[in-house]
Every structure is written in structure tokens, then in C-alpha cells.
């Protein structure tokens, strides 16, 4: 059911599992998984493949879709939406290779998977970020998410519970 989604500079397609070994190379980078709650540090290309081949029926249920984020034929991140049931919102997550940190690349990735999925019907999408990831919270705040609260969350990179901005944008 996933198709793919173009902006000016990226292309965003399925992940898929040809993708595993790339991916799990970026997300090992201590600046990608300190930053994200459901990355593990070290995580193998086989737990990646796990991870993919869980998004692939959930594509077709409408809960998971999980998008390469490719520059100029490079796979540089991932940005994705999942949610439990189709009555729920959809959670936006994303991660970016540190190298590309800085360019706009995640805010016009999100966007246009954001965009994608309204056009699709979706109304509610809920997010957040860790607090010493402000950069992470602009993205949001550029896409109009608003903040709804703080909490802890255990982050898996880290090994420990740390504070969480939850944010929501209702179309």
C-alpha cells in the first residue's frame, strides 16, 4: 500500500530489507540512538531485519509505514508512521545520519510523509522528542505539532528513563 513520495531534494520509498545492513550502521552512530527511545545501542543487521519485515504487514493493514529517506541515491535516514489500530493516530518518529544534521532534510522528509498520509484521510498524528534533542522539537514545531506534555520514557540506547516533550497536530 505504500507508494513512494518525492520532495526537491529526497525521494522517499518503503524501507526494505535489502536496506538492513545500511540502516543498522547509522542508527550504531551513539548521536542517532542516544536520541531516539526505541533504538537499541548496538544493533544488529539481523534486529534491523526484524524490524522490517514487523513494518511490512502493517503496511498493508494501514498501521506501519516505515520510509527511506534517500539523497541523491543514498539512504540518509528513515522517517515513519505507525499507530496500534486504525482508530488511533499516527506516531511520527524519524532519525537522520548525523552527517546531514543541520540541511532541513528531516523537516522536508516529515512533511511530505505527514502530507502524504492527510491525503490519504488522516487527521491526528501525535510525536515528541528527548529533552536534550531541541533540534528534534523544531522539526515538530515547523510541522505544527504542538506540545501536550513532558514525561519519562526509558530509552533503550541509553539503558535509562529520561524526559520526553509529547507533541500532537490535529488537522
Not at 40 to 55: D, R
Not at 132 to 146: C, H, I, Q, T, W
Amino acid at each position: 500500500m505504500s507508494t513512494q513520495i518525492t520532495t526537491d531534494r529526497l525521494v522517499l520509498r518503503p524501507v526494505e530489507a535489502s536496506d538492513a545492513a545500511r540502516i543498522a550502521d547509522l542508527v550504531n552512530d551513539p548521536r542517532v540512538y542516544r536520541m531516539v527511545a526505541r533504538i537499541p545501542a548496538n544493533q544488529t543487521v539481523a534486529q534491523t531485519l526484524a524490524w522490517i519485515a514487523g513494518h511490512t504487514a502493517g503496511r498493508e493493514e494501514n498501521t506501519k509505514h516505515p520510509y527511506a529517506i534517500v539523497e541523491n541515491g543514498e539512504l540518509v535516514g528513515v522517517t515513519s508512521a505507525h499507530r496500534d489500530s486504525t482508530w488511533l493516530p499516527f506516531e511520527i518518529g524519524y532519525w537522520l545520519s548525523p552527517d546531514r544534521w543541520g540541511n532541513g532534510l528531516m523537516t522536508e522528509a516529515t512533511e511530505a510523509l505527514v502530507g502524504w498520509l492527510k491525503q490519504r484521510g488522516e487527521r491526528g498524528f501525535v510525536s515528541g522528542y528527548l529533552d536534550d534533542n531541541p533540534a528534534s522539537g523544531r522539526v515538530l514545531e515547523k510541522l505544527a505539532f504542538m506540545k501536550a506534555d513532558r514525561i519519562k520514557v526509558f530509552c533503550l540506547g541509553r539503558g535509562e528513563m529520561v524526559g520526553h516533550v509529547n507533541m500532537a497536530r490535529i488537522d
